[in-house]
């Protein structure tokens, strides 16, 4: 037992040095990133063709231009900002692509490889260019930031860490380490991936205003968005939305933080 607490230590030790070194463009955070861009863009592939494969792509011709339209302005005014920086590796393994599904669902949401899909129900509520901007530049943050791979690695390390700790208590009887294990399980959905989700959605938060300032976009349209999802929160059920994320009363006081960084990127488009 003793050897296989020392060989998690070192798996465990190994991870944190070799992989900690992975930065996220602008806000510069440090992550732990375990797989491969190659595993992750073919994970997202699949994904992508199972979703669309059980959905019906809009027909509203309104929809798809304005999604479409907002979509490669944002990555465009992305890429030429990587480029301009020397951050072209953040780019890689990313082909942007833009649906909008036939859906009232209240949601959008973004593929690792950037296939980003709307659905029709948040169109109601996105029906200027500026809020439309709002979300089409979270989503393209949460795929320039690496946070699906993050994710993923998180659970890795969480499985890795539940090992060397359960590895460290096999002096204990049963029923301390079945407690023990249900400890750390409730410490490790608490205490480290549920505020990283969190961390994850306001960052997204924070490059997006910054990504729809760099196209042109008017960052001051982020809280008037949260506002209008607060309403539809207090409602009977949150929209689909909100359903990982942190509050909008939150988003909203966030949204106006991170206005002041977001309006240094921001030129109007004549």
Known sequence: MRKQYLLSIIILSFILVFYSCSKVMITGRKQVLL??????????????????????????????????????????????????????????????????????????????????????????????????????????????ARHGNERMSQEVMAGVASQVLAAAAGGDNDRNRALFGAAFGLGAQLGVLLPYSRKHEYEADRLGMIFMAMAGYNPEAAIPFWERMLALQEGPAPPEFLSTHPGSRNRIKAAGDFLPEAMKYYQPTP
């Open 35 to 144: 797989f491969s861009q190659g595993e992750i863009t073919s994970l997202s592939n699949q994904a992508y063709q199972d979703i669309i494969s059980k959905s019906k792509l809009s027909q509203n011709r309104e929809y798809n231009t304005i999604v479409k339209k907002v979509g490669v302005d944002l990555s465009q005014a992305v890429e030429l900002y990587a480029k301009e920086n020397g951050l072209e590796r953040s780019l890689e393994g990313i082909e942007w692509k833009f649906d909008v599904i036939e859906s009232d669902q209240v949601n959008a949401f973004c593929l690792p490889n950037g296939n980003i899909v709307f659905y029709e129900g948040i169109m109601k509520i996105t029906n200027t260019p500026d809020l439309v901007a709002v979300v089409m530049g979270h989503e393209i943050a949460h795929a320039l």
